[in-house]
């Protein structure tokens, strides 16, 4: 029995009775290592339309409206991404509405990028690969009121994407070269290597709450979003460590509204026997599968 199925024996009695994360709970910048600048520049800046907030040695800081939310990481001779690896699925980059994900399509599309695409129920998605196969989506959410909900779990699906209409979308409000002030990370999808443990770990201990599930796959959030985090096996059951010299994802943050909050996941964390790396107002946890997790106030972003 591992530390994590320990954790869950006996936190019930230890840790506070509210255990679920603050409803304001959201996603913070993600880091992503690349092998080459340019090329990544040429994606994530002159394509996705990301603004280029800093740069110094190797260090690229992308966002929207002055505020970074994609840190490049930019180290020669990385290897790509393994597909069978636990770590990084994607990065969600969530958009303000229809007419911004139609702009980007059109831009993405008329460069020859290969993408993939959905309609969720919750929210319409494309999905496209960096040339160091870190995963990509795009995405803009439909109205919560739009979502429904049986049970504490949201529907989501994977229907085919209206591309025509959010071309249309595009065009009306005209050529648009940079992704909205608004823009930022709303989820994280990331391949585990057992649904069971992820989800002791990222419900039981930090607390988030289950949202949806789907053939090999977990959904989770806080404050009633559709979710977060997606946690799949798809390609990664029983599957390695991502290697040291392998792109991927370095680190994404879980931000809470205050330093209170960050206080308080951090004894129930500590109670559950689980280390932690002191970061400033902020601390990081490791996932049972290595990905770094950097918890901190929504005022400690950047």
Known sequence: ???????????????????????????????????????????????IGLEMIEHESGKIALGAGGKPFLFLDVVPGTMPRPPHATGLYHVAILLPDRAALGQAIARLTEADIKLGAADH???EAIYLWDADNNGLEIYRDRPR????????????????LDFAGLLADGARSGANAH??????????????????EAERFYCGILGFERTAEWRGALFVSAGGYHHHLGLNVWESKNG?????????????????????DVAALRARIEVAGLQVEQNGPAFIVRDPWQTAIRIAPLQARD
């Open 240 to 260: 390695p460590l991502p290697p040291k010299n392998a792109a991927g994802l370095e680190q994404f943050v879980i931000e809470l509204p205050t330093a209170a």
């Open 179 to 196: 992704a909205p002030p608004e823009t930022r990370v709303g989820h994280i999808h990331l391949q585990v290597g057992d649904i069971e």
């Open 121 to 123: 129920n919750v929210s």
């Open 1 to 47: 029995m591992n530390k994590y199925a320990l954790a869950v024996l006996t936190f019930d009695a230890d840790l506070p009775v509210m255990t679920a994360l603050p409803a304001a709970t959201a996603m913070g910048p993600a880091t992503l290592r690349v092998a080459d600048e340019g090329r990544a520049l040429a994606l994530y800046h002159d394509l």
């Open 145 to 160: 009121a739009e979502w429904k909900w049986n049970d504490g779990l949201v529907t989501m699906g994977s229907a085919p």
